[in-house]
């Protein structure tokens, strides 16, 4: 795919990694614009109209990545949007919002040094041929991915403080329901051998520690 004028928003929080990913990119002949913030990126954006944007999800104090690219997309409707996360079971990706557009994506920030990753997801993403749900970037062996969809929103509602009975009523469904899918979830990750209590605790950090602290309106 010719490169040429195709240009592409770089925002991320970390300016090794910024710096990084815009040098790759200029070496393969896109045109690039860095930010560090959205605040930032909003202002960059009006002076480069870029076709797409690559925005890291955590940006620190602040709006966050989703945030964004909701921003974003309703300034460019057209624009691709790409994810940098560090989140390896892409399901947790969108734990947070819905989908914001149809032509969006994300990559594992562990594998963006690789240009061939990088370069021919981007180029996916500027023909219109990617989805947030593609399955190429996922890495089988996260501990979330033994657990169910159903399974992933009890403990997202969780990690977001919600008890047993408003998770209930979210899912229009019976505390005593939503207790039992959080027994399986914990028997999925092999947790049921510990206190109860310990072991939902478990469930909420790992959550946290691989999709931050979700909303509890999402």
Known sequence: MQNVERKILVVEDESLLRNLIANLL????????????????????????????????????GPNGLDLAESLLALYPGLSVFFLTHIAEPRLVDRHKKVVSKNTGYLVKSRVAEPSYLVSALD?????????????????????????????????????????SQIAVRRGTTP??????????????????????????TLIREYIKVAGTPRADG
């Open 124 to 164: 996916a993403a500027l023909r219109g041929k990617v989805g947030i749900d593609q399955q190429h970037f996922k890495t089988p062996d996260h501990i979330f991915t033994k657990l169910s969809n159903t399974q992933l929103d009890v403990v997202k509602y969780l990690a977001a403080g919600l008890t047993p």
């Open 176 to 201: 005593r329901a939503v207790r039992n899918v959080v027994a399986r979830a914990i028997d999925s990750l092999k947790l049921s051998g510990v206190d109860e209590g310990l072991a939902r605790a």
């Open 26 to 61: 200029e070496s393969e002949g896109f045109l690039v614009q860095t930010a560090g913030s959205a605040v930032e990126a909003k202002r960059v954006a009006k002076l480069f109209d870029p076709d797409l944007a690559l925005l890291d999800i955590e940006l620190g104090d």
